[in-house]
């Protein structure tokens, strides 16, 4: 027997749509790529989309095409977004921090017909274009009187193409899982994957990850997304925040101290949302210039940690809560937010600390486990440690063109890879990287804890904890270290400073100087060339 | 081409498997029919939910069989739903408040297999059961010590039977547009019409009306649901609360100013749902015996309007937001909540009250429009006024065995039988019912403002307008008045005072005193029954 509700598919152009009829007069403040700051509303956002999809219509795109965006968050960003997917085609978000050959591959990859382009970026996709063959124009995000010349093929500008149609047009029909976005992760392994985001999807995450609990924006609130549109979905802003009538303030190519400041206090931001990176040259600034953040209530931080000195700082000095979040490109992105729940609102000092540091809980829609290497769940008592799994309506359940094969478990979880731990209030804490964590006599160790423990030795300037074969224990864990300058820390007092702080076997088999640890071009140690650099290493005796 | 994102489907079992794991702590308080207060969790819940699946499949129960409920808001009436959800079955929440023989025609209209009866409904259940011969099995909501001596068919005490399983069971598996739940609407005229919400419908509403501006319930609040489950699908409360991981107060049978107060007082409650007259008792006891609501932040009063002066009182004595909200069975229930958006948040007087009078605007996933007599859609100017239409994925497309035939226009609107105005900021005001407004020479006249206007007369105690034929105009407005005892008010006396109030032409064409208007068991102007009883009345001239 089934339900006799009405069948109203969940689609973005709906988003949009309410945003234009019950939050028509709310705000867009964006920092131009031009330069100045420009104010618009949901309602001619709604109406400049409509003729989006209409001229994009014009140009021969069509259901389940997609049109590539290399742009910073602008208002002209969220009107291509949603005329994109109000035809039923695919935003592509590239992210133009890639190395111009991942950028192509990817775009080539998933077969991108159009390219909505920021003035930032035209050099880049003129230095490009021979790669891309497929894609049949370039849109510059911009009006004519600021249109460079360009090789760019059949290159306009957005306002000129734009001013070819009015916006005369319905929204397109079609199911709810009709693709509306994509995504590219770009593993370390591999080649990136693209994570195919649902109209559906898209819908339910935002409705979820903004309740009380999780990002709480009402039609009073004023959020800046300081995270890139083009980094994991836009953290899915650009469809919650008109879904609530929520302002919103887009910072759009400035992330430094004095730009961010100047858009919070000028417009009243009342929530943010960013990596660690960013704030920390927001404090600097602050501090340089004794200013203070009288109207942010909370931001939410992700991408990664936040160290626990910025969370206390943000609350003693500036009164703002800081929320971490945890997610992935193919989790639409958010996963947990770290909101205090009641049993551990009242927590002061370290405790309180303990929490924050946490990853958060999951909003209802997110299922997690933890899982040991045989599959058993473990046990929700905050030690327990394995690999992370997740289900729910807006996690991949494939990649593009059936990379990476099969990527579901028998029940349907999708494997994060990371390894972690949940406490008995829902509370996830990242433990490690699956590909990072030693197997010792079928125990798991986490390189992360003895890395964060190795570094607080007075000698040692960073740590790195890779797992080295071992004929008994299968891996033992080899601490490889970087003194600071001038200092020569002996094996001994290394692994003395970390006794008694660990387990026994947690305890580094060996402890090796080097000069230098291999990095990431985002900065995270290199594991993998760290493994590489000692795979010929046996540990002593 | 279709998004690549995980099939997950949107079931209730979904959300008290979230509330169990993630806010399993979390109390349910509740007043029990027996007397005594009772404390919950929802992990408890959970656990027992299960078991109500697992016996209700020993009982032989099945994906779509209806289980009936009589009973008051209280724990095991939320387990009962949860488990026979879990199932696949379908909650039919009945109205005992409805004559005895509504509640047998409903019964049996529905096919309800069984019945889960609180103590207090046994002797109406004992009554109708002879006319009721396809209910297999009588619950009686109690323990075995409080189990009464009944006739009821193969009667058995709730806790006895949940004791004969334990909660190792499996949810059910199915699609999401599967029926959960049943509730009639009596309707003034025809046979109740029943509407069946499905899994989906529950889902998406409870995420949609707990946005932040909406009931914006977080887990640390504590939401006392006074409204019945069985009145309009509880306003879904029981599916929000747990989603939001949010306390619950359940009243259970005694709604009087004392019980309210001690529940409220005692346990904090920070939110409630409840219809004005609940309201009216509660302030009359807080004056009799000075007392405040320092815990109680705002309250959702639906059903009908909230006397101004009341919501004043709420705001100024007690502090409390008072939330005007607005909706049908048809529509899961919620259509509208009155928040204050940023454009009226700093109204003061009586502009303030003007806003607060309206019963708001809607969530994302409610489409209105209001239509004229051709289907044209009128101004959102908050003057013009026409038939209310709405859309959405909680709204009914039919109605149970297709009573009442197609219930949709065109475009897939259903009408609400409202007549309403929506002003430029999405604030709808309910003008008049549909059948009771008067269309003179092509142009809508409300009733409701006319007798609103009316009984500010100081001779009047009650009036209402009815449409009588007229040869010119189709319909013209006649006035009804029961004078105030011991006063005779003149037809041009009234008439007078009403002058200038409105427009000339909605001015009635004549004024008939009554000693009594008939009313509905509800309280509520019986205008069918009026225009009967005038049917024979023709306009002097």
Redesign the interface.
Known sequence: ????????P?LIP??ID?AG??????KVISRSVEGPIVETTYSAIRRNALRVAKRLEKDGIR??DRVGTVAWNTWRHLEAWYGITGLGA?YHTLNPRLFPEQIAWIANHAEDRMMMVDLTFVPLMEKLQDKLPLVERYVVLTDAANMPQTSLKNAVAYETWLDEVDDDFAWGSF?E????GMCYTSGTTGNPKG???????NV?HS??V????MF??????VIMPVVPMFHANGWSLAFTAP???T?MVMPGPKMDGASIYELLDTYKVTLSAAVPTVWLMLLQYLEQNGLKLPHLGKTVIGGSACPRAVTEKFRDVYGVEVLHAWGMTEM?PLGTIC?????V?NLTGDAWLDIKETTG??P??V?MKIIDDEGTELA?DGKAFGRLMV??????????KGEGGNI?DDN?F?DTGDVASID???YMRIVDRSKDVIKSGGEWISSIDLENLAVGHPDVAEAAVIGIAHPKWDERPLLVVVPKPGRQPARDGVLAYMDGKIAKWWMPDDVVLVDEIPHTATGKIQKTALRDQFKAYRFPG
């Open positions: 027997m089934l339900g006799l509700m009405q069948d109203w969940l709906k988003v309410h009829l019950y939050h028509g007069n709310r259901l389940g695919v199911d899982n009709t693709a509306a994570v195919v985001y649902s109209h559906r999807s339910i409705l979820t903004n309740g009380p609990d709480g924006m009402a039609s009073k609130d879904m609530a009538g302002t639409s909101s205090l729940k009641p049993e609102a809980h999951p209802f829609s299922e929700r289900r729910g309506p807006a996690v991949a359940g494939a990649y593009f579901l349907g999708f008995p209030n829902g």
